[in-house]
């Protein structure tokens, strides 16, 4: 689950960079593979699982029919 000054943080982020704010926001949990149900590119099985970590997105639709994608770590281009 997000915490409010990470949906803060991306909001004001997303406005400063597109001048306008999300029509929406999605988020998927990160997942681990332990071993179990499911066969990994190397043959193994394995058993996915969510963690806390997670992506959080902002989202809004223009006329343009393209996709832009930013981060607001600095770290990642």
Request: proline share 6%.
């Amino acid at each position: 689950m997000y915490c409010i000054p990470r949906l803060q943080n991306l909001k004001e982020a997303f406005e400063k960079k597109y001048g306008e704010a999300p029509l929406f926001y999605a988020q998927a949990p990160g997942r681990v593979n332990l071993i179990g149900e499911h066969i990994d590119y190397c043959g193994y099985a394995v058993l996915p699982m969510a963690i806390e970590q997670s992506i959080l997105a902002a989202v809004t639709v223009n006329d343009s029919k393209k996709i832009h994608l930013a981060n607001t770590d600095p770290k990642y281009k």
